[in-house]
């Protein structure tokens, strides 16, 4: 039987190593996929920061579209709502939204840019990206994900991987609990771009 010699293919000249059982020996290391892209400076945090809401309507709070000829992911959301005025009882309904096209949030739009992960990468984000607010109106699309939380706290919504094709987008709304007239609410996103090199991993 013939052997096969596997050599480094970077010219220091080093073998690979099989075992007494005549195995390969290798060593892998193992990462999420996120943190993968993350060391490539491809990860991002969305933030809205802390929003007042002021009554128990429904209130757009986080808008994003993906305007990169990449895929966004988007791997979990995070709701912090706060202390509550003016409800004794009842839920605080979150919702995410499948490609919303309308409303205050986007018409009379606030900034809010995500934050690369890799805090030495200067990269951004081809996205509009905006935070709403109090009475602010988000339309169109579906209900994709709907959350009902009976009390303040901070939440973790692990979502697998939202998929934002170019043109797609996600917004999110908040209905507070009936007779709210005081809560702070901050909504988050975490996400990253999955470049060309990186799609197959």
Do not use: C
């Amino acid at each position: 039987m013939s052997s096969i010699t596997i050599q480094d293919g970077g010219g220091s000249g080093v073998l690979a190593e099989v075992s007494k059982n005549q195995r390969l020996q290798t060593l892998a290391v193992i990462e999420s996929i996120a943190a993968h892209h993350a060391f490539g400076g491809e990860a991002y945090n969305y933030n809205t920061g802390s929003l007042t809401l002021t009554d128990a309507n429904v209130s757009g709070m986080a808008y994003l579209k993906n305007n990169e000829d990449e895929t966004l992911v988007i791997t979990a959301f995070f709701y912090l709502l706060g202390d509550n005025t003016g409800s004794t009882s009842g839920n605080h309904l979150v919702e995410i939204i499948r490609n919303p096209t309308a409303g205050t949030i986007i018409s009379d739009a606030t900034d809010q840019i995500p934050v690369n992960r890799d805090f030495g990468s200067n990269k951004t984000l081809t996205a509009l990206s905006y935070k709403g607010g109090q009475g602010k109106t988000l339309t169109g699309g579906s209900v994709a994900i709907e959350s009902i939380f009976p009390s303040t706290g901070r939440y973790t919504v692990s979502v697998g991987a939202i998929v934002l094709r170019k043109g797609n987008s996600v917004g999110v709304r908040v209905t507070p609990a009936a007779g709210t007239t005081d809560m702070d609410v901050q909504i988050a996103m975490s996400l990253y771009r999955s470049t060309e090199s990186t799609q197959g991993i």
